[in-house]
């Protein structure tokens, strides 16, 4: 089952991509070059933040609200990396993400997000409603950023499964639109062992961290 929030992006999106294709990563500062799925071979599942831009207080405030529940993340079984498109900004990024950082010069999980080519935001973007909102929401919060980078291409998250199946995904529609965490958690504790899935749910995860609509939604937020 693929749990999917694709809806209001700028094109037509194609066919929804199920499997994670051949896609070349390498360590920020490194030349060398591997393939994501490489990543896969602990037989662990992973959540790809694929991310628009480090220097983004909007990339920064999604980084560091999926980071607050890494622990919960983690106990699932899932682990977490982080995938940019450059380096500039990467070094000041890691105070925001807990994890692994790696860099997709040709954009696949970019292309990926978008189902098969890459999804842009406009000059026009910048100044909508809804990004003005947003960017009020992340530095009322204590966020900030820098300039610098490229910006427009959208990211998105993906979770993939041990054997590649993409069983998560999630395309940003606008600036500082990003997966809501209650439904990432969700995916998450669906791959988890059951006795672990279990005592979560007894548990509860604590959302209230998500203060001021951290795009988490509104039912959601009340889960």
Not at 139 to 154: C, N, P
């Amino acid at each position: 089952m693929v749990f999917e929030s694709i809806l209001g992006t700028k094109a037509e999106p194609g066919p929804l991509i199920t499997r994670l294709p051949e896609i070349k990563l390498h360590a920020v500062g490194e030349a060398a070059k591997f393939d994501a799925s490489d990543l896969l071979k602990e037989g662990k599942p992973v959540l790809f933040l694929v991310i628009r831009r480090p220097r983004c207080v909007l990339c920064r405030e999604q980084a560091g609200e999926l980071a607050k529940f890494k622990a919960t993340i983690e106990r699932c079984g899932v682990r977490m990396v982080g995938v940019l498109k450059e380096e500039l900004g990467a070094d000041e990024f890691k105070a925001f993400w807990p994890a692994p950082l790696f860099v997709d010069d040709d954009k696949e999980f970019y292309k990926l997000v978008g189902r098969g080519s890459l999804h842009s935001a406009s000059t026009v973007d910048y100044i909508a409603p809804q990004t003005l909102s947003n960017l009020a929401r992340a530095k009322a919060k204590g966020y900030s950023g820098l300039t610098g980078g490229e910006g427009f291409i959208y990211g998105g998250l993906l979770i993939v499964k041990p054997d590649g199946e993409i069983s998560y995904q999630y395309a940003e529609k606008h600036w500082g639109d990003h997966a809501p965490v209650p439904e990432v958690i969700e995916a998450c504790k669906a791959l988890a062992p059951e006795d672990v899935r279990a005592a979560i749910n007894k548990e509860g995860v604590d959302f209230s961290q998500l203060s001021n609509g951290a795009y988490c939604g509104d039912t959601a937020c009340r889960m």
